[in-house]
């Protein structure tokens, strides 16, 4: 029986009823909304990524096991450095709600400095990855202010180390300091976020305008590849050196807009045009610089990491001082416990990688470096550096209170989380590195691998395999021993001017041909067209022209890697295939002649002299406007007091552009009774000029009784940067537009010189060492 009371009242509340349902049911659908959104959205940034199957109850049951029972039963030994970092308990929860969303919102927080004080800084979680912070041990990114570095450095990461072994993205860069590469100085500490151990952790400066600077580099632009997770920019192709655009600086150059990436845009149309064209291969060496290119391959090769794709983990630095662009060492975890029959010696990931690869000369300055690396015994230093730290690191990774729920997370089954395993696990990597040592030696060194073919007139010798072939000595020739022998470059078998004559000696054998061949690198046809391509060798057959037929009854050949000789074998025919592009015989060239200039000079476009140069006494160059002379090697300018050597105006009123030695190949220039005007700056291809008279990354340059007059439109009248030993004797500087010399990141010493009427500062300096001595300066 129903109660009237009771229907009273519903009928008298009927609306109420309605609308206070209608809100629980409004709010509920907002809520699901907003978790199928979060779902939704924390799917879409995990997109790609791999994952493992996680029982969640054995997790948390780990976790709740470790926060209760760890800190009575870990060791209590003293291990790595502590950092500490505090903040609010609100700031920690904001960033821990609607993930990922807030992983980028900053928080104030404070560090503990070394000098036992609390500073102030901001933190929040570090990476795009969710292994960075969708689990309970998070990777971190703290920023001081400005004016308060901790230890040289703005940003710092504090990163959670991937693998099990905790060593793997140290040791990449570690082995990167030894061998010369670009990377962030890290080291292993024990975290503790209000007094809470978080475990061990990798703190590394972030790659930043600070970073160059602790680095020896100018503020340039440091360029940020990445087209992954957040960071993927959708509708577009991912492929990083296809657009510019696809790129962010970390670093600005601040002479020109911070959106304008024409660096970028000359380096990818140059590898592009460098497939074909010998002219565009040449800029591309000078513009991304073959050797130091070169160097990071050979790293990659030790390492075993080639985590660098044409899409993720790119960083490059752009500096216009040199003209350059050369790649960075970012997140490059060594991958020593991979098999043996997956290793690899050659992978292609961009253009850039792709066109180098086809070069020879590439291939051997590459293979030179990392045995001249193993020579260093990088290795034994590695192995030596992990011996030092495992006391230190076994002891924190005891207290880490994530060891075992890593081994619930899965991914390996070596992974236990167990302190013994961790020592197991990290000699078994000092094994790998020996097996690896032992397996790149066997892959350079040795007998080289090649078959020969006589004909009408025509020698061939077929590279087989991954060692270069060279000094390929002809015995027994049956005919006249030849004037010529070249390599038939355009194919045609017809010896002509086209065709590049290669160096030979004359032996009591036969002829010995002084030069160096290397095999096609391709990529396997069964493996599919990826992001990062492996290679391998493809016998490659180069044919060699002589004025006499050249039929040799026996043919030996050397590894120009260690000086091994074998048989090359004698064949009848063969399928190999021709050279690629850049595949070319390499040898050493004749050193280049002195170019000499007097008399009057007309310059009416930019020179750029790569061989050394006179300028004689009582030389006058007449500048166009707006050209320049560029001086890539030595440059001895030899003026007289009564017959100094000028560079003017074509033009009255006219401002031309730069006088500039660039280079290493400039060192040992000499610049005396010189007198210059009228100039002002330029940029030439990729290197920009920003003084009258301008030396960059040179050394042991001598200026003696120089007289700079009157620049234009440019700041400096002398700017000197990247340079070491410059000496300036007896010299006068007069009506600069500004500073009169500007010094950069260089060393100088100043004797003798008088500064008048600069607009700002007579001498500039900036992270350079300058003496200077017996100096006027006036009405600056």
């Not at 230890?151 to 693998?163: C, D, M, S």
């Not at 020739?477 to 590049?500: M, T």
Request: net charge neutral; proline share 5%; glycine share 6%.
């Amino acid at each position: 029986m129903i109660d009237v009371a009771s229907m009273t009242f519903f009928r008298r509340y009927r609306l109420h009823s309605y609308l206070l349902v209608t809100c629980a049911l409004g709010g509920a659908l907002l809520w699901s909304l907003a978790m199928l959104h979060s779902e939704w959205r924390a799917g879409y940034v995990v997109l790609y990524q791999p994952t493992n199957p996680i029982n969640l109850l054995k997790y948390h049951a780990v976790g709740a096991y470790e926060r209760l029972f760890r800190p009575y039963i870990s060791s209590k030994k003293a291990g790595l450095p502590i950092r500490r970092i505090y903040l609010p308990q609100q700031g920690l929860l904001s960033l821990e709600q609607h993930l990922p969303e807030n992983i980028k919102k900053w928080q104030r927080g404070y560090l503990l400095f070394p000098d036992e004080k609390l500073h102030k800084i901001k933190l929040r979680f570090r990476g795009d990855n969710p292994f960075n912070w969708a689990y309970e041990k998070k990777s971190w990114r703290i920023k001081t202010r400005k004016s308060d570095l901790l230890e040289g450095a703005r940003t710092v990461n504090f990163v959670k180390p991937r693998e099990a072994s905790n060593l793997e993205l140290y040791l990449g860069h570690f082995i990167a300091g030894k061998i010369g590469i670009l990377a962030a100085d890290v080291r292993l500490v024990e975290l503790f976020i209000n007094d809470r151990n978080h475990g061990v952790y990798i703190e590394m400066p972030d790659l930043d305008e600070s970073f160059l600077r602790a680095h020896g580099i100018m503020p340039v632009n440091l360029y940020k590849g990445e087209q992954e997770n957040q960071e993927r920019l959708y509708g577009s192709e991912p492929f990083l050196f296809n657009n510019p655009a696809l790129w962010e600086k970390s670093s600005v150059f601040n002479q020109i807009p911070e959106e304008d990436r024409s660096d970028l845009k000359l380096l990818f149309d140059t590898a592009q045009k460098a497939h074909t064209s010998s002219e565009a291969y040449d800029s591309l060496k000078e513009l991304a610089p073959l050797k130091e290119w070169a160097r990071f391959s050979a790293y990659q090769t030790l390492t075993q990491s080639w985590h660098n794709s044409s899409y993720h983990n790119q960083r490059l630095v752009a500096d216009p001082w040199k003209g350059i662009v050369f790649p960075v060492s970012h997140d490059t975890g060594v991958s020593f416990n991979v098999g043996q029959n997956d290793y690899k010696l050659d992978q292609a990931a961009h253009i850039i990688s792709r066109t180098f690869y086809q070069s020879s000369e590439f291939l051997l300055r590459k293979y030179r470096f990392i045995l001249e690396f193993l020579e260093q015994d990088v290795f034994d230093e590695a192995i030596r550096e992990m011996d030092a730290l495992k006391p230190k690191l076994i002891e924190s990774y005891d207290r880490d209170p994530s060891r075992l729920r890593r081994a619930v997370l899965g991914g390996s089954p070596i992974v236990d989380g167990q302190v013994d395993t961790h020592s197991k696990l990290v000699a078994t990597m000092q094994s790998n590195m020996r097996t690896l040592e032992k397996w790149i030696v066997a892959e350079l060194t040795g007998p080289p691998k090649a078959s020969w073919i006589a004909g009408d007139n025509t020698f061939s010798i077929i590279v087989d395999g991954t060692r270069p072939v060279a000094n390929i000595l002809l015995s027994g020739l049956s005919s006249e021993l030849p004037n010529r022998v070249s390599w038939d470059q355009d194919g045609d078998g017809v010896l002509s001017k086209d065709d590049i004559d290669l160096p030979f000696k004359l032996t009591d054998q036969g002829i010995e041909i002084v030069a160096t061949f290397v095999a096609n690198r391709v990529q396997p046809n069964t493996q599919p067209a990826s992001n990062r391509n492996d290679l391998i060798p493809v016998p490659t057959r180069f044919r060699i022209l002589s004025d006499k037929p050249l039929s040799p009854k026996s043919v030996t050949i050397e590894n120009p890697l260690d000086g091994q000789r074998a048989d090359a074998i004698q064949q009848k025919q063969s399928n190999a295939v021709t050279p690629i592009h850049l595949n070319q015989p390499v040898f050493e060239q004749a050193l280049p002649v002195h170019l000499k200039l007097s008399g009057r000079v007309h310059i009416n476009e930019d020179h750029v002299f790569s061989v050394p140069v006179r300028i004689a006494a009582g030389t006058i160059l007449e500048m166009a406007k707006g050209t320049s002379v560029l001086f890539k090697a030595s440059v001895q300018m030899e003026g007289k007091p009564d017959a100094p050597i000028i560079f003017r105006p074509a033009k009255k009123g006219d401002n031309w552009g730069v006088v500039a030695l660039s280079g290493g190949n400039s060192a040992q220039s000499q610049l005396h009774h010189v007198f210059m005007e009228g100039g002002s700056g330029t940029a030439i291809g990729a290197q920009r000029f920003i003084a009258m008279l301008s030396i960059h990354d040179t050394s042991d340059i001598l200026l003696e009784n120089i007289h700079l007059k009157d620049n234009h439109v440019y700041d400096d009248m002398m700017h000197i940067v990247y340079s070491k030993n410059v000496t300036i004797r007896d010299s006068h500087f007069q009506n600069a537009n500004s500073d009169a010399i500007d010094i950069d990141m260089s060393t100088v010493r100043i004797h003798g010189v008088t500064i008048e009427n600069s607009k700002n500062d007579a001498i500039d300096l900036m992270s350079s060492s300058a003496l200077v001595e017996n100096t006027h300066i006036t009405r600056s």
